[in-house]
């Protein structure tokens, strides 16, 4: 699928289903607890082509890319830098494998990890050429999409937005941001409102804006409400199943697919043009949604 027409299937306001959680799968499959998710592209490719082959089994159309902490920044935490292009490249190759031209391959770029000036350390000039590095990589690869998602800092955002575009003013790029419900409104932890970040989001060069994690399918209903009043312009969701809650020593995310797929249902009656899952979110959940909305 190129370019072009994932920009056109955007734009017809017809559902796009995307995929589910990446790291909640390779937990389930015994990823050691503070180990890199992204290693697994380099360690063992066939794990991420298999979650891959479920979700769009499942009924996806659109798949990310294992690459959510693969910036250079990112990666250093883990002594993995100097791996940034074989990991996104691989990554990108990975899902093309498996899609070929049944799904959209969407590049996932998630935060540095670290604050930026003055609230952090980080410099913009360095974040910059962190996403850079990393976007580079997967627009070579061939990836359909990249996907800046679970952000908190609008500041970090617009500089991925902007980098996406610096490398390709064709690429779509969908931009999403993690929101808490306060008395005031829907805000990031930043305190970003849901009406702010697609504003500049959308203003930086972003194709698509919505919101991912942070919170269940139910509460996501009510960002979406926000985000419909504020833009006429694609929006994408992808909501947790539901707000993790720890038994016998295990996060468990409690929505069923039957419960997600319902407030999925929703989501597209809004007019949500890309629905997906993050947390807790499997190919069942996927699968309950494809049936729902007879994708």
Known sequence: MT?????????????IL??????????DRGLPAGKC??????EDPA????????????????VQTNTFGASPLKLASCGLEKKTEEINRQAVE????????HAY??????????LLKPHGDLNPKELARSYHR??????????????????????????????????????????????????????????VSVERAAQELLKAGADAVGANCGQGSDTMIEIARVLKQVTDKPIAIRPNAGMPILEHGKTIYPETPEYFADNCCEL???????????????????RAVAKALEV
Request: charged share 20%; net charge neutral.
């Open 47 to 62: 794990q991420i082509e298999a979650i891959t082959r479920l979700y769009i089994g499942a009924g996806a159309v659109m």
């Open 268 to 286: 597209a009656r809004l007019g949500v043009g890309i629905i997906g899952g993050c947390c807790g979110t499997t190919p069942a959940h996927i």
């Open 94 to 101: 990975i899902c093309r494998g498996v899609t070929r031209s």
């Open 134 to 191: 990393q976007i580079r990589c997967l627009v070579d690869a061939g990836c359909d999409a990249i996907c800046v998602e679970t952000m908190t800092d609008i500041n970090e955002a617009i500089i991925a937005v902007r980098a996406t575009r610096t490398i390709s003013p064709d690429i779509p790029v969908i931009a999403t941001m993690t929101f808490d419900p306060t008395p005031k409104g829907f805000f990031t932890v930043m305190g």
């Open 3 to 15: 370019m072009e027409r994932l920009r056109e299937r955007l734009q017809s306001g017809r559902t």
């Open 18 to 27: 995307a995929d589910g959680a990446m790291g909640t799968m390779l937990m």
């Open 37 to 42: 998710p992204e290693s697994v592209t380099l």
């Open 105 to 114: 391959v969407a590049a996932s770029c998630g935060p540095s990890g670290r």
